[in-house]
């Protein structure tokens, strides 16, 4: 394949567009966070300002209201990243997975 | 350095690995991707973000926020920082 010699790094994703907008971060381990997006870079480092960070609790699981804490601004290591997603592109629902069982 | 080819990185923005060498000289808070977290003094870091801290106290956030001060030089290893707070004390206990 000729384009293996110059394989350029190039992002799947664009960033820039959510520059100065609030988004939140999930971390393995399952850290979460969110912040307004100052800067990025290829590797999916992330600057972010005025940031919350959440922490699961092993007994509350998905209950982020609790244990939150302001860090101000902070980098956020790429390699510790799984999702981005806008602070409002996302909502808690009921489970739709639950099944009723038979006795 | 893995230089990309991705022209829409602004020079206007901030750069995440900037502001870490910003920080060097000047205290810093590390949350690792447990329940540890690190703060010192940055003395340098690597481009794999593995760093050289000093005067390092050391946080263990769930049992009740436990300390261990270790003082001198310390390498963090980079592969579990999943936060880096500039100015930071760490938690607070």
């Known amino acids: ?103 | 350095m893995i230089m990309a080819a991705v022209a829409s990185t602004n020079p206007s923005q901030l750069l995440p690995l900037e502001l870490v060498d910003k920080c060097i000289g000047s205290r810093i808070h590390i949350v690792m991707k447990n329940d540890k977290e690190i703060v010192g003094t940055l003395l340098g870091f690597d481009d794999f973000v593995n760093m050289v801290l000093e005067d390092v106290t050391e946080f263990e956030i769930t049992p009740e926020g436990r300390r261990i001060t270790k003082l001198d030089q310390i390498l963090l290893n980079g592969n579990n920082i999943t936060m880096l707070i500039p100015g930071g004390e760490g938690p607070e206990v």
């Open chain 1, 1 to 103: 394949m000729a384009d293996k010699e110059k394989k350029k790094k190039e992002s799947i994703f664009d960033l820039s567009k959510y520059i100065d907008k609030h988004i939140r971060v999930k971390f393995q381990g399952g850290r979460e966070a969110s912040g307004v997006l100052k800067g990025f870079d290829p590797l999916l480092n992330l600057v972010l300002d005025g940031t919350t960070e959440y922490m699961r609790d092993p007994d509350d699981q998905y209950k982020l209201t609790e244990d939150t804490r302001q860090l101000g601004l902070v980098v956020c290591r790429g390699t510790s990243v799984v999702l981005i997603c806008p602070q409002d592109g996302m909502e808690a629902i009921p489970n739709p997975f639950i099944q009723q069982q038979d006795g």
